[in-house]
Each structure stands twice: as structure tokens, then as C-alpha cells.
T-cell receptor, first 110, second 113 residues
């Protein structure tokens, strides 16, 4: 099945810093989603981004489907950005069955 | 206006008991899911329903039985609970089956003693 690798596994930042999280996947996909799990456990969908670039406030994401990776950019980080960031891709084709990476744990210190 | 809701939020029970977790979505979505998140935060899909019909059934013990009375509800019943069932269970929904954004509920933390 498709493999999803996220890096780095852990990231510690000072408030105000920028960061880039990476998601590599082993097969072509037509569906990639980024999620944020906050320290209280809630999973929030950040982006549905099978290709191209999207921006939402201080967050943006870019997926280069031909090279099988996606990047999540966080600018001017805030303590509320802390949590675990997951990317997820379908197991095959247009499947709704998502495979999740192991996540990047982000800690933003004041 | 909670989009995807689950009850209960916490569930503590003894081994061997039977328990249920309820999920409701008010987004008008056709597809609903159950995921399990283990102690290492790994998320894995368990089941998916489209308009009350089962479409994904992962390798899950048959002690786990999902039920969808209508397309807005997907409940999870677990028989004969085991220690290894302790996890956080998430319900999710998407507009349709296929590549579409999935929205997650708040999760139910199940602890089996």
C-alpha cells in the first residue's frame, strides 16, 4: 500500500518563527489533506490540496503531485499552532480511504 | 452549531463489557467514517458508510459493529471489550464517497480497565 512519511517528527519553535513541514508519499494521489490535532485532541482539516498551492491566513500548503510531496508552511507561529500536524492520502486512486502519516509534533513556545 | 458530534467524550469501562459510541453530523454529508487513534497518535480507518451502506470494512475484530440508522448518524458498538481497545475513536464525515474533505468529530476516549 501507499506509504506516507512526514518530517520532521518533532519541531520546537519560538513564537513568531516560520516553519515548513513536509509530507512525502510513495504513489500518485488525487487527494491530499492536512490536519491539525490541537493539544485537546480535536482534529481540524486545514487543507484539501491534491495539487497546487492554497493559503489560509498564516498557513499555506503546496502539493507537487508529480514529485510526490506536499509542504505545509506556518508563518509567524503562535502558541495556538502547537499540536500535531498530519497529512493523509488515499490508499488508491480516488478512494476515500485515507492513510495518515505519523505526524509532526509542533511546540511553539512564548 | 457542532458539525460532527460524538457522545460520550470519555468512556471508562471494565474488560468484557459492551459499549456504544454515537456520532451525528449536521453537514448533510453522504459519507461517514470511524477511525481509531492509538496511544502513539497513529490514525487508522476502521469503517466507512455511504448513505447507510457499508463501503469500507478494515481488518477490525467482529466485536466492533457499526450501525447507520440514517445518513446523518453512524454509531459504533463494541462487544466484549479488551484492554487493547483502549484508544481515541473519531467519527468523521465527507460530502461524498471519493476524494473529498473529511471533517472530524471531537473524539471519544475509551479506557478499558
Amino acid at each position: 500500500g501507499i506509504q506516507v512519511e512526514q518530517s520532521p517528527p518533532d519541531l520546537i519553535l519560538q513564537e513568531g518563527a516560520n516553519s515548513t513541514l513536509r509530507c512525502n508519499f510513495s504513489d500518485s494521489v488525487n487527494n491530499l489533506q492536512w490536519f491539525h490535532q490541537n493539544p485537546w485532541g480535536q482534529l481540524i482539516n486545514l487543507f484539501y490540496i491534491p495539487s497546487g498551492t492554497k493559503q489560509n491566513g498564516r498557513l499555506s500548503a503546496t502539493t507537487v503531485a508529480t514529485e510526490r510531496y506536499s509542504l505545509l508552511y506556518i508563518s509567524s507561529s503562535q502558541t495556538t499552532d502547537s499540536g500535531v500536524y498530519f497529512c493523509a492520502v488515499p490508499t488508491q486512486g480516488g478512494s476515500e480511504k485515507l492513510v495518515f502519516g505519523k505526524g509532526t509534533k509542533l511546540t511553539v513556545n512564548p | 452549531d457542532t458539525a460532527v458530534s460524538q457522545t460520550p467524550k470519555y468512556l471508562v469501562t471494565q474488560m468484557g463489557n459492551d459499549k456504544s459510541i454515537k456520532c451525528e453530523q449536521n453537514l448533510g454529508h453522504d459519507t461517514m467514517y470511524w477511525y481509531k487513534q492509538d496511544s502513539k497518535k497513529f490514525l487508522k480507518i476502521m469503517f466507512s458508510y455511504n448513505n447507510k451502506e457499508l463501503i469500507i470494512n478494515e481488518t477490525v475484530p467482529n466485536r466492533f459493529s457499526p450501525k447507520s440508522p440514517d445518513k446523518a448518524h453512524l454509531n459504533l458498538h463494541i462487544n466484549s471489550l479488551e484492554l487493547g481497545d483502549s484508544a481515541v475513536y473519531f467519527c468523521a464525515s465527507s460530502a461524498y464517497t471519493g476524494p473529498s474533505t473529511q471533517y472530524f468529530g471531537p473524539g471519544t476516549r475509551l479506557t478499558v480497565l
